[in-house]
């Protein structure tokens, strides 16, 4: 059982930086694959970036060149690193992790991860 906890949001200038954090409890993150998510009002969420356990990264088309998913195993944190924001990166963020062992295959697809944080809002203006 892995517990997750978002920290880092908040409101930010067109073309600023932030850097989401998720801390890590219960088990440690190596053999996971980890995720971020964001999701605005009526709308499904949707897949941002994703980390294998190896430390292979993917990110969505949206954020690629802008966003990276630095992990720290020892620290047992999984971070989103957002430069040049955008309005319509405005949304709520969730960290994700699939379960145990499970591959980052389909990586952008909510359904396939076993646990998730509780959320941290970003906004752009």
């Known amino acids: 059982q892995v517990q997750l906890v978002e920290s880092g949001g908040g409101s930010v200038q067109v073309g600023g930086s932030l850097r989401l954090s998720c801390v890590a409890s219960?088990?440690?993150?190596?053999?996971?694959?980890m995720g971020w998510f964001r999701q605005i009002p009526d709308k499904e969420r949707e897949g941002v970036a994703g980390?294998?356990?190896?430390?292979?990264?993917s990110y969505a088309d949206s954020v690629k060149g802008r966003f990276t998913i630095p992990k720290d195993n020892d620290r047992n944190t999984v971070a989103l690193q957002m430069n040049s924001l955008k309005p319509e990166d405005s949304a709520m963020y969730y960290c994700?992790?699939?379960?145990?062992?499970?591959?980052?295959?389909?990586?952008?697809?909510?359904?396939?991860?076993?646990?998730w944080g509780q959320g941290t809002q970003v906004t752009v203006s």
């Open positions: 994700a992790a699939k379960a145990k062992g499970v591959p980052c295959t389909a990586m952008y697809i909510a359904y396939r991860y076993e646990y």
């Open positions: 219960g088990d440690t993150i190596g053999r996971y694959c």
């Open positions: 980390i294998e356990s190896d430390g292979r990264t």
